[in-house]
């Protein structure tokens, strides 16, 4: 079974510009989850998709968005990008359908440098 | 707010020797536990689970962790640590339903053979 698929792994973008961010989850899992990991601030939950509807949002600004298509990928978008936005961003998959939460699968990352 | 806290921040061991990480987390109510592990350049990995039943739970590669509802804690253990130990552990919790996980600030494991 594939796991869950983070393109692409490295960007370098430059501050003002806006970036996409893709995931593909497990098959068959319909929430994917969105994670920011820096060195000061940790692991901190973005937002949470489930059947294409947004079930869960973290404490981002505006500038953060995401969305999920109907074969459960998910992309995540950040506009005019700021240099404290360089970080891991990770997904996470899982089947989603526990309101107490199920397993979260973990995507590589991708590691995005603002300059 | 919901919140983990991981008490240690970084642990130097030596091959063979006893691991236990601390984590607390501030909910009350209901809660489903996890301790995640990233090795050095890999992706985040469950190590273990608790959603309910028996509060002593064990995982992958002979680690365990127990739940104290009692002490909100959440600790990991392990006896014997080798060196392929070495990586960072992530204590967290679901937090508001669904799929939102708290994670702690992590611990860095570092085992000197």
């Known amino acids: 079974k594939a796991g869950v698929t983070q393109t692409p792994r490295y960007l370098i973008k430059t501050r003002g510009q806006q970036v996409t961010l893709s995931c593909s989850p497990i098959?068959?899992?319909?929430?994917v989850s969105w994670y920011q990991q820096t060195p000061g601030q940790g692991l901190q939950f973005l937002f949470e998709?489930?059947?294409?509807?947004?079930?869960n949002k973290g404490n981002f600004p505006g500038r953060f968005s995401g969305r999920q298509f109907s074969n459960s990928r998910s992309e995540m978008n950040v506009s005019t990008l700021e240099l404290g936005d360089s970080a891991l961003y990770l997904c996470a998959s899982s089947t989603g359908t526990d309101s107490w939460g199920t397993e979260a699968f973990f995507g590589q990352g991708t590691r995005l440098t603002v300059v | 707010a919901q919140s983990v806290s991981q008490h240690n921040h970084h642990v130097i061991l030596s091959e063979a020797a006893s691991l236990e990480l601390g984590c607390n987390y501030s909910?009350?109510?209901?809660?489903?536990l996890f301790w995640y592990v990233q090795y050095p350049g890999q992706h985040l990995q469950l190590l273990l689970k608790?959603?309910?039943?028996?509060?002593l739970v064990k995982g992958i590669k002979g680690f365990e962790a127990e739940f104290i509802k009692s002490k909100f804690s959440f600790n990991l253990r392990k006896p014997s640590v080798q060196w392929s130990d070495t990586a960072e552990y992530f204590c967290?919790?679901?937090?508001?339903?669904?799929?939102?996980?708290?994670f702690g600030a992590g611990t860095r494991l570092a085992v000197h053979p």
């Open positions: 909910y009350g109510g209901t809660v489903n």
């Open positions: 998709y489930f059947s294409e509807t947004q079930r």
């Open positions: 967290a919790v679901i937090s508001g339903g669904y799929n939102k996980l708290i």
């Open positions: 608790y959603f309910s039943g028996d509060p």
């Open positions: 098959s068959g899992h319909r929430s």
